[in-house]
Every structure is written in C-alpha cells, then in structure tokens.
C-alpha cells in the first residue's frame, strides 16, 4: 500500500482535479457507507473534523447519541479511475471516532484493529489475509434491474466465446491495477455466470479495505457493460455458490509463524494450534462469516463449499485446507466464508479463534483426507467431525454460547449484530415462499 501524507493528498486533488472526496466507512452488515465532500472541505476532513449522524447508520448508535467523527485513514487515497475528466472523484476510508475523541467500538474496522493488538501481546507483528472471492454476472433488464439471466454458460477456467464475461472481468482487473491493487489470477469459476479474481495478500485492515473497493469497482464495472454483480452467496439452486476463501498467516517480523520445516507437513506448532482454535470455534463464528439467510442455501454437501469441521493438506472437502506452498507462502485456508461477510468482522472472529488455540496450546485434531461428503453420519462421527450450523438460526444459537467469539465482536457489535440478524431469520421463517405453493397448494 502507498504511504500518503496530508501534504500528498492536497497536491494530488489539485493535480489530478479532483472535486469531490468520499469520505468512506462500513456498518455492521458490511455495507460500505460514505459521505462525499466538495474538495473545499478536504483540509476539514483531513483535521479529523467532518462529523456524521451515526443514528441513521445500522447497528451504530441511538438518536439521542448520534454525533460522530470521521478519521481518514490517509494511506488509503485512491482518485476512481472512471470518473470523469473535468471532475475526478476520490475516496479516503475513515474510522469512526466518539465526540470524545475515543475509537467508536461499534465500528468493524477499529473492532479488529483491537483485535489485532491481542494478536500483537502474543508476539505476532502481522495477520496477512489473501481473499479469493467469487461473484456472479447476471443481465440487466430494459429498466436497468437485474434479472436470473446468466451472461454465460461458461465453466471453470473457460474461454471466450464461452466465458462472455471475460471482456467485463477484464475491465474491472484493469480499473483495479489502476488503482494499485496486485492481481494474482482471473477466471472464470465452475458456474456459469460465475467469476473469481485474486488478488495479493496484503495485512488484514489493509486486505478488508481492499475486499471493500473491489466490490464496489466489480459492481460499478459490471454495470457499465450492462450487468448486475452480485456477491449473494448462493443465487442459484443446483450450481455452486460463491465463497470467499481467506488465506491466513501470522508473522513475527519477517519470520512466517506458520512454517517449520521440521513440523509436521512443515507446519509449526503455532500454525497447529492455530488451526485447532479455528476448528474449536468454526459453528460459532459461521454466524459472522456466513451472515445471512443465503449464506446456509451454499454450505450442503456437492457444491465444493465446506459443510464439516475438519482439515487437510490434501483434500478440498474439509473446512480448513492447507495450500502446498511452504516458507513465507505457508497458510492456512479457510473455506467457509462467503462473500456477504462483513470482512471485518469475518478476520476479527477468524484470529480470535486462532489466537485462543495458540493461548490455550491445542491440539488439532487428526487431518481428514478422504472425501468427507461420500461419508456417512456414523464415518464422520467416528472421525471426530461435526457439522457446520444448517440455518442462519442455528448459527446464532451458537455464537451465543461461545465466550472467546462473542469477546471477538465486543458487546456492543455483538448485539446489535444478533438484533439484525435474528429480525432477519424472523422475516424469512415468516414469510411464503414459492416453494411452498409449488409443493402444497395442490397436495391440500
């Protein structure tokens, strides 16, 4: 990432003719919020000066507590590379600050950089995260809404003419090489319509920035080439959904943590006890890494996305895989998170978990490697396996039993984060849905 000062910031506006700056943040959902600024009030907004009405942001505060201020994070300038010539448009994400000057603890990006610290007590400089998330392009109507029409039948690492997203997926990995991201990969993924671009690990707030810009550059590109992005993890019955793996590692300095090329698998002892938190706590945080409704509709057995606890070094079936790679590259991939995930959020339950193997020096337990779908209740639960949660209720049920989880989101994100996904669960168990008239109407 670019290292900006104040003074960077206000020559560039002016050379680059920047008119208005989005001063950026994300709510507890994960949905990116922004209050844009002409460029007069830029010096305001780099003195830490531009206020909000946090009351009307979901999960932040109550009305009668709703002044809050913006701090820019100065090195995440970036000028957006489609807009116009005669008045470019910048952004600078922001942490949210109370009146007082303290960090607000309703904010995900603040609530991980706590996080973070902990990780920091135990010795460890650096939580990379390397994201691969999945997205899939649908038509747009004559009316400019999206419709359940595929702009492709293409497969996994298709062509064109196979891939007719290959010329949208490109647009979008130029407008973010534009912008300085490192793109690793570009493809087309197993579904039709569905797409996945990787992009460099970066330090976990730096990462979720990132996964942040990237939705938003996917979404705006799509549609200027006549398409709808969606990161909704499973929009379509009988085809994969979308996920968005995390690759993880923790460094001491420029040490990999994680790597020992005397360990088992060249694993270390940190890196296993690491993975033996993750799976100690995996149903309780899928509440935060699979956060909707949806999110469940993709984590069933046949579509490649995790629905057991377990790991392996060889086989895509488990939860936790390790790639092949060794030395710095060592890590641990996490499989179940979907891109609805507030990122965040997501990597504050991730290390949390983590953390508290390597605190309480677990053990994990025997790697799987045998295809774990083809195995039956009784094989899994010989093996020690258990299921993920099978419904956006069952995961929260969890999570609210899970001390060290439930201390990752701190209590305040904790429980606005349950009131709004508990009023979510509610309006869907309550609802009619198609299905239902399919199967009943006529049956009774």
Same mark, same amino acid.
């Given at each position: 990432?670019a290292?900006y000062?104040?003074?960077?910031i206000t ?7 920047v008119?208005y700056?989005?001063? +950026?943040f994300t709510? $507890? *959902?994960?949905?990116i919020?922004?209050?844009?600024i002409? @460029? ?5 907004a780099l003195d830490n000066?531009?206020?909000f /009405?946090?009351? &009307? $942001?979901?999960g932040?505060v109550?009305?009668?507590?709703s002044?809050?201020y913006l701090y820019?994070?100065l090195?995440?300038w970036?000028i957006f590379p489609?807009?116009?010539e005669?008045?470019k448009v910048?952004?600078l994400?922001?942490d949210i600050?109370?009146?007082d000057?303290?960090p607000?603890?309703g904010?995900?990006? !603040?609530n991980?950089?706590r ?8 010795g ?6 390397g994201p691969?998330?999945e997205?899939f392009l649908?038509?747009l109507?004559e009316?400019g809404e999206?419709t ?7 497969? %996994?690492?298709?062509?064109a003419p196979?891939?007719?997203?290959e010329n949208c997926r490109?647009? $979008?990995?130029?407008?973010l090489?534009e ?6 990969a &570009?493809?087309?993924?197993? =579904?039709?319509? +569905?797409h ?5 690990? #970066? /330090?976990a ?6 996964i942040?810009t990237?939705k938003?550059?996917v979404?705006t590109?799509?549609?200027k080439?006549g398409l ?5 993890p499973?929009?379509?019955?009988g085809v994969?959904g &979308?996920?968005?793996h995390?690759?993880?590692?923790l460094f001491?300095g420029n040490?990999? !943590?994680? %790597? ?5 698998l060249e ?5 296993e006890?690491?993975i033996?938190? @993750?799976?100690?706590?995996?149903p309780?945080f899928? =509440? @935060?890494?699979?956060p909707t409704?949806?999110s469940y509709k993709?984590?069933v057995?046949?579509?490649? !996305?995790?629905c057991y606890v377990a790991?392996?070094a ?5 939860l936790i895989?390790?790639? !092949? ?5 060592t ?11 507030n990122p965040?959020? #997501?990597? #504050?339950?991730l290390?949390? =978990?983590? *953390?508290?193997g390597?605190?309480?020096k677990?053990?994990p337990?025997?790697p799987v490697?045998?295809?774990i779908y083809v195995?039956n209740k009784e ?5 020690g396996?258990v299921?993920?949660p099978?419904?956006? #209720? ?9 001390e060290v989880i439930?201390s990752a989101l701190g209590?305040?994100l904790l ?7 508990e $009023?979510?669960?509610d309006m869907f168990?309550?609802?009619v849905h ?6 009943y109407?006529t049956? %009774?």
């Open positions: 990432m290292k000062t104040r003074e960077d020559r560039l506006a002016k050379e680059e003719n008119k700056i989005r001063l +950026q709510d $507890i *959902l994960g949905t919020k922004n209050v844009e002409p @460029v007069s009030q830029l010096e305001k000066k531009m206020m /009405d946090g009351s &009307s $942001i979901e932040f109550r009305i009668e507590e002044d809050m820019p994070d090195n995440t970036v489609w807009t116009s005669k008045g910048a952004r994400i922001c600050y109370n009146t000057g303290t607000f603890e904010d995900p990006r !603040a991980l950089k996080i973070l610290a902990e990780a920091k007590e135990l460890f400089t650096d939580f990379n995260l691969e998330p997205f649908f038509k109507d009316k999206p359940l029409e595929l702009n492709d039948k293409g497969g %996994y690492f298709d062509l196979t891939d007719l997203g490109r647009d $979008i990995v130029l407008e090489e912008m300085g991201f490192e793109i690793e &570009s493809h087309h993924e197993v =579904a039709p319509g +569905q996945e671009i990787d992009f460099k690990y #970066a /330090d707030i730096s990462a979720c920035d990132n942040q990237f938003l550059v979404k590109i799509a549609r080439h709808h992005a969606t990161f909704m499973k929009p379509l019955f994969n &979308s996920g968005m995390c690759n993880v590692s001491r040490e990999n !943590a994680f %790597y020992d090329p005397s360990g088992n694993l270390s002892e940190t890196a006890q690491f033996a938190g @993750v799976i100690k706590h995996a309780a899928t =509440a @935060v890494t699979n409704v949806n993709r984590l057995p046949g579509y490649e !996305a995790p790991w392996s060889k086989n895509r079936s488990p895989r390790i790639p !092949a790679s060794r030395g710095v590259s890590r641990v991939e996490v499989r179940s998170v979907d891109p609805a995930a965040y959020l #997501a990597l #504050a339950v290390l949390k =978990a983590g *953390l508290d390597i605190k309480n677990m053990t337990p025997n490697d045998r295809n195995m094989e899994r639960e010989e093996a396996i299921d993920l099978a419904t956006l #209720a069952a995961a929260l049920d969890v999570l609210k039993s899970d439930c209590n305040h429980e606005h984060f349950i009131e709004a996904k $009023i979510e669960w168990r309550t609802q198609p299905w239902e008239r399919e199967q109407m049956m %009774y």
